[in-house]
């Protein structure tokens, strides 16, 4: 992640989607902004999903999107 930026919201974390609507989770959101990195699971490819999303897992929906280039 790059020159990131999300609002605070409850148990905030990272999946892999092929839309904006669900996908794998991949670990919980470090930090609301910045430069990080995430270290994948083991068997999961960034290369299988089209998004990344910030998934707020308390109510179970997107908190924010964006498209992999």
Known sequence: FANFSSQNGPDL???LGNNVSGGVD????????GDFTVKLPSGISINDYNYVLIWCKAVNAAFGSALLN
Request: aromatic content about 10%; hydrophobic content about 55%; proline content about 9%.
């Open 13 to 15: 974390a990272i999946y």
């Open 26 to 33: 991949v670990g919980a959101l470090p930090q609301l902004s």
